[in-house]
């Protein structure tokens, strides 16, 4: 099994859709959690820490199941601009560990 | 932008050959960590550079070494390159602590192609 698993899609949403990916974690994967965006031949940018209490940040809302050791984001009225990879992340003592990623495609 | 940079943007070489990539790590960050993207693929850990020590390493061979200077910057030498090394190679420095503080801030990244 692999540390950090996550759906690769892609997910085809029209504009003002609501879609959630989840991704699952290991133990070994377990100290902090992460969600990052990623464009097309770009670098990996941070979209937001999971936090145990879930949090939100604006459309996006992330959450942490510790027992069933899952982390989700759900994007609330999905833009054009929100076309990309999302990267699920676990981090060890001292590395991240990446999901494969989630591609998300918004229609017009 | 994070602040991380990397040299060069793109390079191509020959199998067989070897190849240095660039880091310069945010300004007060001391630990570097380098990432490999294959197409299609999340990004994998190399190993991290921690006051120029190696203080972790992925499952990757020998080949791959890296080097952090006293300015904290680093680089990462691959060695007999193979065309499965053709990756966006990732750099991301961080600091000491916890919380913000060791959260790893990404550079652009460096596109390598091996023929």
């Known amino acids: 099994r692999k540390e950090v698993e996550q759906d690769p899609g892609p997910f085809n949403v029209p504009e003002g859709a609501t879609v959630a990916f989840n991704c699952t974690y290991s133990n070994s994967a377990s100290q902090s959690f992460f969600w990052y965006r990623q464009d097309c031949r770009k670098e990996p940018k941070l979209l937001m820490s999971?936090?145990?209490s879930g949090n939100e940040d604006g459309r996006f809302t992330a959450q942490l199941n510790r027992a069933s050791q899952y982390i989700s984001l759900l994007i609330r009225d999905s833009k054009l601009s929100d076309s990309a990879t999302y990267l699920c992340?676990?981090?060890?003592?001292?590395?991240?560990?990446f999901g494969t990623g989630t591609r998300l495609k918004v229609l017009a | 932008e994070t602040g991380v940079t990397q040299s060069p943007t793109h390079l191509i070489k020959t199998r067989g050959q070897q190849v240095t990539l660039r880091c310069s790590s945010q300004?007060?960050?001391?630990?570097v960590s380098w990432y490999q993207q294959a197409l299609g693929q999340g990004p994998q850990f190399i190993f991290q550079?921690?006051?120029?020590?190696?203080?972790g390493r992925g499952n990757f061979p020998p080949r791959f070494s890296g080097l952090q200077f006293p300015n904290y910057s680093s680089e990462l030498n691959v060695n007999a390159l193979e065309l499965d090394d053709s990756a966006l190679y990732l750099c991301a420095s961080s600091g000491d602590g916890t919380g913000l503080l060791k959260r790893q801030y990404f550079g652009p990244g460096t596109r390598l192609l091996v023929l």
């Open positions: 300004s007060g960050h001391n630990t």
């Open positions: 550079y921690y006051r120029e020590e190696e203080n």
């Open positions: 999971v936090y145990s």
């Open positions: 992340v676990g981090s060890g003592t001292y590395k991240y560990i």
